[in-house]
Structures are given as structure tokens and as C-alpha cells.
């Protein structure tokens, strides 16, 4: 979701004029709370309390706030709203509000890979998202990491499922097993392509990157072929079903065309009998 222009002032610098105009009954305690968090930030994150140190945790407690505001209207800017973010929450449950979401997406992987890889740390993601230039941005580049990693999740998901659930994963998986590494480090995108590759009776080629090859078949082989994909399709949840698609394009259709009339099939490429 984009954020609109139609305030392009800070979330909290908005919400603490607008209670100002009203002449709000919190502003004295909102403001001392976010003198005693900027002082706290300050100790945790930067060290000494010297004027330069507190001005940047001045700056994290701003975007930080700001963040949990934009958290309330989802990225968009409403003034009124926040203020009243900040009439039932105060500071400090405000700022709970952004905390929330960073440990969230900490949950998410933050790569493909099966297994092997530590969560990051929620404390990584807070000086990631507050080093940005301002809230917005801030709330604007945590929604693209949460998007990222959600989809990793479902990648690894499907090639979780597939090693489990299909006779080639399956023996992918013993492979694996008693090989020295293991699923260490292995991309869930290599084990969802070669046993996809297998389940449809693909050629085996693979490009420079590892990565399996697209292919050209005949119009019987390629019919076998995409009839094999949508049998095992049909037997994935829709969160795994969404894991094979990319821009729009299923994986079949991006990795397999039906040669035309005069064409054959790629150079050298045999296929084997699918294997669902």
C-alpha cells in the first residue's frame, strides 16, 4: 500500500499539533513520556548521553511513534485518527504497537533458504527501519520486508511439502539426508524447480546458475506434462498453490511451451514419464 500526500508532516508531529490546536489535556505527559523515551533509546542504543546521542535517540523515539501510528491507519495519513491512537494508547502503547510489528516480521525468514539461517533479530529490523529518512519510509520498507518474507515462507512451505508428499521429493529428501550437508543453506526455489521438473517428466537441464532450464515439447509430451502439473496442483492449499505463481505466471507456464507447428522440442532435451 502506498502512502498518499495529502500530509507529508511526521505522524507524531501531526497528531501533537492537531492535540495542540485543541488544546489537549495530554500533551504535558506526552511530552514528558517522550523525553523520558528518548533518554532510554539513548542509553540502549547509542551509548552516552551526549547532545548528539540524544538526538538520535530523539530521532528513533519520533520514527518509532510514527511507525506505530501508521501501523493504526495502514500506511496512509489521518490525522484525527492518530491523535486518538494517542489518546487511548499514549506513548508507550504506541510505540508497543511498532515494536509488534518489527518482532512479526523478525519471525518471517528472511531468505528462501530451508533451513540453516537464524531469524533476525527484532533489534536488527528496529535500527533497519529507523535508520530511514523518516516514519513513512520507515512503515514503507517494513510492508516491503513483511511482503518479501511472507512469500519466502510459502516457497518454503511448498518445498517442504513437495519433499514430503512426492515420490522424486521424497527421494530428494533421503538424498539430502545422507549427503554432508544436509537442507543446510538449500534454496526452497532449487527443490521446488527440480522436483516440479521431475513431477511433470521434464527434461533435466539446468543453466549455469544450477537452476532448471526451460523447455520446448511436443504437443502430446507437453499435454502429459501440464496434466501432471495441475493433478499435483490440485492437491496443494491455495497458501501453496499462490507459492508456484510469479508475476500472475504459474510455474509450468514459465518453464514449459508447447512447440508449434514445425518446431521441435529443445536441443538435446528428453523427457522421462511424469512422476506425481
Known amino acids: 500500500m502506498l502512502l498518499a500526500t495529502t500530509d507529508d508532516r511526521d505522524p507524531l508531529t501531526a497528531a501533537i499539533a492537531a492535540a495542540k490546536r485543541n488544546s489537549h489535556a495530554e500533551c504535558a505527559k506526552w511530552q514528558e513520556d517522550l523525553t523520558v523515551m528518548t533518554a532510554e533509546l539513548s542509553t540502549k542504543f547509542f551509548g552516552t548521553r551526549s547532545v548528539e546521542m540524544i538526538r538520535s535517540g530523539l530521532a528513533m523515539a519520533v520514527k518509532l511513534l510514527g511507525l506505530g501510528l501508521l501501523e493504526q491507519s495502514q500506511g496512509t495519513p489521518d490525522v484525527p485518527l492518530w491523535l486518538q491512537a494517542l489518546e487511548r494508547l499514549g506513548i ?83 538424498n539430502l539426508r545422507h549427503s554432508e550437508t544436509g537442507t543446510d543453506m538449500l534454496l526452497s526455489d532449487e527443490v521446488i524447480d527440480e522436483v516440479m521438473a521431475n513431477v511433470c517428466g521434464l527434461p533435466r537441464g539446468l543453466d549455469d546458475m544450477g537452476m532448471v532450464e526451460s523447455c520446448t515439447l511436443p504437443p502430446a509430451k507437453y499435454r502429459t506434462a501440464r496434466k501432471a502439473y495441475e493433478a499435483l496442483v490440485a492437491r496443494l492449499d491455495p497458501g501453496l498453490q499462490r507459492a508456484l505463481l510469479f508475476e500472475g505466471k504459474s510455474w509450468f507456464d514459465r518453464f514449459v511451451s508447447e512447440a508449434t507447428a514445425g518446431q521441435s522440442s529443445g536441443k538435446g532435451q528428453k523427457t522421462s514419464g511424469p512422476a506425481v
Open 92 to 174: 508507550k502503547g504506541v510505540t508497543a504497537l511498532a515494536i509488534e510489528r518489527i518482532k512479526l516480521v523478525a519471525l518471517l525468514p528472511e531468505s528462501p533458504v530451508l533451513t540453516g539461517l537464524e531469524e533476525t533479530a527484532p533489534r536488527t529490523l528496529l535500527l533497519l527501519g529507523t535508520s530511514c529518512a523518516d516514519a513513512k519510509e520507515a512503515w514503507l520498507w517494513l510492508e516491503k520486508q513483511a511482503q518479501a518474507r511472507r512469500e519466502f515462507l510459502s516457497s518454503i512451505r511448498l518445498a517442504k511439502w513437495l519433499l514430503a508428499q512426492t515420490p522424486s521429493g521424497r527421494v530428494k529428501d533421503r
